[in-house]
């Protein structure tokens, strides 16, 4: 791996966004199409790179939403304005960890891989939260 490059998502109405740095190639990026009702109905691809950092932006003061499903253990994050969805993302004791929406990006789509199918509706609380900290990004505050 090279050094980390970054990667900017957009929403459609450019009121909310991301910034990710991975020095992972796209190629190698895993992508996740995750099984549940919300990210079907968004059609939601993720990817995430424990090594990398995730900044989520605001371009529009309160354009950010924050939503809460399920087991309650994650904001998934909406633009308030035009309803794309970011990503996720999740506190632990001591840091913050998320997950992109590759979707949100204008490049490089064309160099990812196939989605893997992945449903986590057997997953328990603790087996969900162990999971995300070992494969979500860092959060970078600021």
Same mark, same amino acid.
């Given at each position: 791996?090279?050094?980390?490059?970054? /990667?900017?998502?957009?929403?459609?109405?450019? %009121?909310?966004?991301?910034?990710?740095? $991975?020095?992972?190639?796209?190629?190698? !990026?895993?992508?996740?199409?995750?099984?549940? $009702?919300?990210? =079907? %109905? /968004?059609? %939601?691809?993720?990817?995430?790179?424990?090594?990398?950092?995730?900044?989520?932006?605001? /371009?529009? &003061?309160?354009?950010? /939403?924050?939503?809460?499903?399920?087991?309650?253990?994650?904001?998934?994050?909406?633009?308030?304005?035009?309803?794309? #969805?970011?990503?996720?993302?999740? =506190?632990?004791?001591? $840091? %913050?960890?998320?997950?992109?929406?590759?979707?949100?990006?204008?490049?490089?789509?064309?160099?990812?891989?196939? &989605?893997?199918?992945?449903? #986590?509706?057997?997953?328990?609380?603790?087996?969900?939260?162990?999971?995300?900290?070992? =494969? !979500?990004?860092?959060?970078?505050?600021?």
């Amino acid at each position: 791996m090279g050094s980390p490059l970054l /990667h900017r998502g957009l929403c459609h109405c450019g %009121a909310v966004g991301f910034l990710y740095r $991975t020095a992972m190639a796209p190629e190698g !990026w895993p992508i996740r199409a995750c099984q549940c $009702t919300f990210c =079907r %109905a /968004h059609g %939601a691809l993720s990817t995430s790179d424990p090594e990398g950092s995730l900044q989520f932006v605001e /371009h529009i &003061p309160n354009a950010l /939403h924050r939503y809460r499903f399920g087991q309650k253990t994650a904001d998934f994050l909406l633009c308030s304005d035009c309803g794309m #969805y970011l990503g996720a993302m999740m =506190r632990s004791e001591s $840091t %913050a960890l998320g997950v992109i929406n590759v979707r949100m990006l204008y490049s490089p789509l064309d160099r990812l891989r196939e &989605p893997e199918r992945i449903s #986590y509706d057997n997953e328990g609380l603790a087996e969900r939260r162990f999971r995300r900290a070992s =494969r !979500w990004t860092p959060i970078a505050i600021g």
